[in-house]
């Protein structure tokens, strides 16, 4: 089977409490169960593209993990999910990334990554196993991995004729260069302002950031606005699109979910403002549970939610 989408980017086991709040700087406070969980940004994308897609095609990760028992789980995860793990590579030196993740009674989280393997992952690795994944269409990546690995992947993808789609996270500031290569960007308010300079606070500021956001080259822009739903911004569109509205047990890896369910939607032909609504639902759905991965929704249940 060959693969339509690759995700290139980190792989993490993630480590969570639930709290009644978050604590503060020097603070300890009695939280509740520990959650164990597999996340990572790339892993947690790939995993959304391949458990959400409708056909029976095989999403490809390039991503480094420890030769540790993370790194073991973790592959033996993406297996059973079916998804082309032959450029996962193990890396002898460093553990695989961990993340500490902190989760509120309103299921907002806080998140320490340490990135062990995923610093690992350089740019010629990532174009050998472009090289060896003919045909794929689209490519997926965040900025959980070096960034030159990201700068020159994108780069390398763009003149392969690739759909280029980069969820800026966690937020950094990046080259121009990169910008003209991307045919869509996901960041979420924050992100966007650090990009832009402009702070999102409605409609009007979230337009003025995706304007800027294609004077540099980029030819979509979706900004994810939590709860509110997703701005989109290209030639042709200007809209706000609403988010079911549930209750949030857990936010991380939402935006994890909403960039993997767009991509496996536009990769199935949908409309940008189709694809935005079938990421929103999909995120919506993954807010209402604990963990990144253990989250994440089967394409039935989207459909269901958007049929109701
Ligand atoms: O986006 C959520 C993810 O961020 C978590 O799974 C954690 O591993 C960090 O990478």
Known sequence: MLAKIIVIGSSNTDMVVKAAHLPGPGETILGGTFLMNPGGKGANQAMAAQRLQSNQGQVAFVAKVGTDIFGQQAIQGFEQAGMDTRFVLKDESSPSGVALIGVDERGENSIMVAPGANANLTAAEVSRALSEIPNAEWVLLQLEIPLDTVENSIAECAKKGMKVVLNPAPAQKLSDDIFKNLYLITPNETEAELLTGVAITDTNTARKAAGILREKGVENIVITLGAKGAFVY???????????????????????????????????????????????????????????????????????????
């Not at 030639?235 to 209750?247: Q, R």
């Not at 999909?282 to 929704?297: F, K, W």
């Open 234 to 308: 290209n030639s042709t569109t200007d809209l706000l699109i609403l988010s079911p509205i549930v209750e949030a047990v857990d936010t991380t890896a939402a935006g994890d979910v909403f960039s993997g369910a767009l991509v496996v939607a536009l990769s199935e032909g949908k409309s940008l403002a189709d694809g935005i609504t079938f990421a929103c639902q999909a995120a919506a759905l993954s807010v209402t549970r604990m963990g990144a991965q253990s989250s994440i929704p089967s394409r039935g249940e989207v459909e269901a939610l958007l049929k109701g």
